[in-house]
T-cell receptor
Framework: AQKITQTQPGMFVQEKEAVTLDCTYD???????LFWYKQPSSGEMIFLIY??????QNATEGRYSLNFQKARKSANLVISASQLGDSAMYFC???????????FGKGTRLHILP | EPEVTQTPSHQVTQMGQEVILRCVPI?????FYWYRQILGQKVEFLVS????????KSEIFDDQFSVERPDGSNFTLKIRSTKLEDSAMYFC???????????????FGPGTRLTVL
């Protein structure tokens, strides 16, 4: 069965520092996709970044990068130069090759300190 | 930039009442989804919909739930007889491509907060 694990329920980081949010996953499929979503206090889900299982390079989108380590089944999100507006809940998610649904981890609440 | 919209943003209802949550997916998208998030918990998949039929549903999506695409633009989730435990944020999502597509990014709407009293 597919599973997403986020072991950090909450994190506090000083503004302008880089932060790594951990995510490990479990699937028996060879083809899958990994996502990170941001959920601010207003509640909406904002897509941040995607990594395909066959992508050889780590995905990057602006200040976001995904540290994909396939053998370890980890897909950590790295936010460089954190900003106060980065304070939010962050969800790691996965879609496997068999269906379209996305399964989510429990999330990490990130607090950026001024 | 095109976006998924949902109405209402907040719905309050009495237990046992029927509710219909509405979504307008992005216009050229073909795959539609409903997810829910109970307060403080993770987002859970409810149902996916393609070509006017359900393609997959979770065990949460029991007989009390139904989905419909009544016209070319709306996608609705109906809860027939609401229970207290149905209180949650309900997210609609849509994607252009399904399994055949590359990253199959699912665009989420802003959510409808359902409160069952």
């Amino acid at each position: 069965a597919q599973k997403i694990t986020q072991t950090q329920p909450g994190m506090f980081v000083q503004e302008k520092e880089a932060v790594t949010l951990d995510c490990t996953y479990d699937t028996s499929d060879q083809s899958y996709g990994l996502f990170w979503y941001k959920q601010p206090s207003s509640g909406e889900m904002i897509f941040l970044i995607y990594q395909g299982s066959y992508d050889e390079q780590n995905a990057t989108e602006g200040r976001y990068s995904l540290n994909f380590q396939k053998a370890r089944k980890s897909a950590n999100l790295v936010i460089s130069a954190s900003q106060l507006g980065d304070s939010a809940m962050y969800f790691c998610a996965m879609r496997d090759g068999r269906d379209d649904k996305i399964i989510f981890g429990k999330g990490t609440r990130l607090h950026i300190l001024p | 930039e095109p976006e998924v919209t949902q109405t209402p943003s907040h719905q309050v209802t009495q237990m046992g009442q029927e509710v219909i949550l509405r979504c307008v997916p992005i216009s050229n998208h073909l795959y539609f989804y409903w997810y829910r998030q109970i307060l403080g918990q993770k987002v859970e998949f409810l149902v996916s919909f393609y070509n006017n039929e359900i393609s997959e549903k979770s065990e949460i999506f029991d007989d009390q739930f139904s989905v419909e695409r009544p016209d070319g633009s709306n996608f609705t989730l109906k809860i027939r007889s609401t229970k207290l435990e149905d209180s949650a944020m309900y997210f609609c999502a849509s994607s252009e491509l399904g399994l055949a597509g590359g990253d199959n990014e699912q665009f989420f709407g802003p959510g409808t907060r359902l409160t069952v009293l």
